[in-house]
């Protein structure tokens, strides 16, 4: 089979391997052959884009040594589906092959006695720096960080450390550095290993070594360890504690992971999604889910037409303001949408914080009166046209310049405030931003058209 | 000054800098000691989260050998900006410092005299380089590439190479291996430094390498350059011609770039926003830019209109309908937002292609009549007791579950057709479905109306 790259052979190795499956005799050998050439990540999305009953029978074709891996790379959703059907000895023999910083992410997800199974099948040694991993927060430094890694002394020649490394056959995966401790391992630089090719073999690790080092605390986000990568073009980083102590490393192969976890919580919350959810989730599953968001969505338009109802006897006298007012809502909510997924991406990427926030604010401020403007002379004009009354462009001239003002000031503060109260601006923010305009809007206008044309 | 990590710490240099630049007396020499210890990368950061006025002033103390590096990773409008300020010798001296193929996005945002200018001071090899550079698209695997790497040949010894990597001392940043060519330069395989340094010296590079690597096609698309590192953990990789010849590698940073910008552009095309533009643009720049989106939205706000203006006569007879209507228009908007924002992500990760794509829409199709009927059923409650009529109830649940079952056709359906119309699914996809679930929500709620109800 050939390497698989592009999007187009990852389509034709999915039509295949459902033709296979199709077929009136399933042949899993051929399935194996296939599945042998991937690599555990690959694997993992194409377990992700296979309906669930396909997804069962491919899982149990997968290499076994691979499973672990497998697991890791698979959203929540995805992964606890099949880890559900592996009994004990399954998932125990999966784990095996895993890093600890791998392990720690799906030991939350298993069962107590299977939990309690792994640790006992480990090492001593091995059991601590796996039970030091689960102390951080999966969404901290301490979380990403692994611990495999060569250290060496400040005061070893560089023929020493290559002698080492040949004895020792083999350095972990995205090693770009060795690490420099003192005595009490304590961090104290790096020695790249660009470094140990291209220096003296003569000369001590003091003398070429990387002093001026980043040290990421254990404790930094997830999110800020991510944009510190993105920045300094850092391929490995070392994790210290606050004493100094170097307590592991983290590799850009997980920060990639990050970036994009990131970016899709942003995309995927915005419309009330969870970028953990199987594609291919039962029916009943996704519904009872997205019922949540329409439940909450539900609210909000009611208000909305709570304030309509207020106003029923002014449409009653003139039913050319029903046709209209969704004009108004629906200008408000698009000039607020754009406002709103400017400062939350801002703020996600840390651009925009309080010390510049009054500056993107009157900067919104200002391109909502102007847009406003525009909008107004445009949509009066349609609607002056349309029932030939001027009175009426007047009062949608107001209503839409009011709304998209007010746009415009809630896009930019809902998420500062909704950050500030703690909560997920990405998530709540367009609901909110929606419930503004759509009211504002319809007030506005019904509220004018009463006090002036009726 | 402390190193720049967390947000928070970003945050406090911001305001360190802008406390400067307000002081009455500017004290220039402290923002260029700021400046001395950020990475450009961390510059071109502070930059966009600078108004343009103060932007400016900061830009003229930069360090002169860092320019080149803060004008590429700046977003294009803060770049154009900076760069219409500079004159010829200054744009100049900023490329010096730069590799091929971050001269090579430079470039074509030039003026034509100062880009031969450019030319004409480079050294024949070099100008040839970023000819061939700047002859692949930005956005594939041969504009991302970058050509500085070492190669070496399969029979030679490892010790001839350690020798050799001594002499040169240095190696090109990012480096994880070294390349292997034969004697026409097609690529045969890959030396990693690690491999150099736990290997017996006395080895050739042809018994250590690894063959089984994969080599990028220059054309590919930077998509799935980005997804292939993604999947494959990769840190460099070499790009391949057609004939085999090594062409460059491509490394991490630059590929985490287009992962970061892909992620971004979904995100702000669903709100008409592009991501390059600058949070701090001129008021009137933004508003001529987001008009244009508003002014596709007026015509679908419109187009709901003209479907409202049919039932005049039947809204006049019944105002309940007119407060009602958003309602069904609006959970519609919901529902369908969220198959769309689905159905893009997917296809972007190329978790949803014509293979599977029946399986996904059959799937939301089940999703949209399961929450079509539970919510038809809550909003004729909700409807029946507000406006004391069985029959408004029964009207309005027929027209939700119409209006949800559509917005789940349409999420699942408008994002494939236009992707194979050569479309941006996540620039009109959302403009298109609200257009859809308004048009039909109203026509189906005020029409059944019509017909039963008056």
Redesign the interface.
């Known amino acids: 089979m050939a390497?698989v790259?592009?999007?187009e052979e990852?389509?034709d190795v999915?039509?295949s391997l459902?033709a296979i499956l199709r077929a009136e005799d399933e042949d899993y050998e051929q399935i194996e052959d296939f599945l042998e050439e991937m690599?555990p990540?690959?694997i993992a999305?194409l377990l992700?884009?296979?309906?669930s009953s396909d997804r069962q029978v491919v899982w149990e074709h997968v290499p076994a040594d691979s499973e672990g891996e497998i697991l890791v790379h698979l959203a929540d959703d995805v992964r606890s589906a099949i880890m559900d059907r592996m009994d004990t000895d399954q998932l125990v023999a999966a784990t095996e092959s895993l890093d600890t910083d791998d392990l720690a992410d799906l030991l939350p997800e298993m069962p107590r006695d299977i939990v309690q199974e792994i640790l006992l099948s480990m090492e001593q040694q091995e059991r601590e720096r796996l039970r030091s991993v689960l102390s951080y927060s999966e969404d901290s430094a301490g979380g990403l960080m692994d611990l495999d890694m060569i250290t060496v002394r400040a005061d070893t020649n560089l023929d020493v450390v290559?002698r080492y490394?040949?004895r020792?056959?083999?350095?972990p995966?995205?090693?770009?550095s060795l690490f420099v401790v003192d005595r009490e391992g304590r961090f104290q630089g790096l020695l790249p290993?660009?470094v140990?090719?291209?220096?003296?073999p003569e000369m001590s690790v003091a003398e070429v070594m990387e002093h001026d080092v980043?040290g990421?605390?254990v404790d930094?986000?997830a999110?800020?360890v991510a944009?510190?990568?993105?920045?300094?073009?850092l391929?490995t980083a070392p994790v210290i504690a606050e004493d100094g102590q170097l307590m592991g490393r983290i590799t850009?192969?997980d920060?990639?992971?990050v970036?994009?976890e990131e970016?899709?919580h942003?995309?995927?919350s915005?419309?009330?999604?969870n970028e953990e959810e199987d594609?291919?989730?039962p029916?009943?599953t996704?519904?009872r889910r997205?019922?949540v968001?329409?439940a909450i969505?539900?609210l909000?338009?009611?208000l909305?037409?709570w304030v309509?109802?207020l106003f029923?006897a002014t449409?009653?006298q003139l039913?050319?303001?029903?046709?209209?007012?969704?004009?108004v809502?629906?200008?408000g909510g698009?000039?607020g949408?754009?406002t709103?997924?400017?400062v939350i991406?801002?703020m996600a990427?840390?651009?925009?914080?309080?010390?510049?926030a009054r500056?993107?604010f009157r900067?919104e401020l200002?391109?909502g009166i102007?847009?406003g403007l525009?909008?107004a002379i445009?949509?009066a004009s349609?609607a002056g046209f349309?029932f030939n009354s001027v009175k009426l462009s007047i009062i949608i001239a107001a209503a839409i310049l009011i709304n998209l003002i007010m746009a415009a000031i809630s896009g930019a503060v809902i998420p500062l405030i909704l950050k500030r109260m703690g909560g997920d601006p990405a998530l709540s923010g367009s609901v909110i931003l929606?419930t503004v305009t759509?009211v504002v809007g319809?007030f506005a206008f019904l509220g004018l058209a009463t006090l002036f044309l009726i």
Request: charged share 20%; no cysteine.
């Open positions: 390497e790259e592009t999007k990852y389509r999915l039509q459902l690599h990540q690959e999305h992700e884009s296979l309906p290559l490394l040949r020792r056959g083999s350095i995966e995205s090693t770009d290993l660009t140990i090719l291209t220096s003296d980043i990421i605390p930094m986000s999110r800020d944009n510190l990568f993105e920045r300094r073009d391929i850009i192969d920060v990639v992971d970036i994009r970016a899709d942003s995309l995927m915005m419309a009330g999604l594609m291919f989730a029916v009943l996704s519904t997205r019922s968001w329409l969505n539900l909000t338009a009611l909305a037409a309509i109802g029923e449409i009653e039913v050319a303001l029903a046709v209209l007012m969704p004009v809502a629906s200008m698009i000039a949408s754009q709103l997924t400017l991406r801002g990427l840390g651009k925009i914080n309080p010390t510049n500056t993107i900067k200002g391109v102007w847009n525009i909008w445009v949509i349609v349309w929606t759509d319809f």
